[in-house]
């Protein structure tokens, strides 16, 4: 499980990385990680301090740091 939430997680940052701040819909549509893997990635990318997340509006958007 660990491991896939590694490379959920590895694939998340190079989203980010190549797009720029994105909303988690758009990261979990055009990456095609299930919508539980993208929330592990997100919180195994915060708690590494790699991940910003930011209100906008209704939307949560997420950007690296």
């Known amino acids: 499980m660990s491991n896939t939430i590694g ?9 980010l990385d190549k797009n720029g701040p994105s909303s988690v819909n758009k990261v979990t549509t055009e ?3 299930s ?3 993208v929330q592990r990635a997100i919180g195994w990318l915060s708690k590494e301090g790699k991940l910003s997340i930011e209100m906008v509006g209704r939307t949560e958007t997420l950007s690296l740091k």
């Open 31 to 33: 990456t095609g990680i």
């Open 35 to 37: 919508k539980n893997d």
């Open 7 to 15: 490379e959920a997680a590895g694939i998340v940052w190079k989203y």
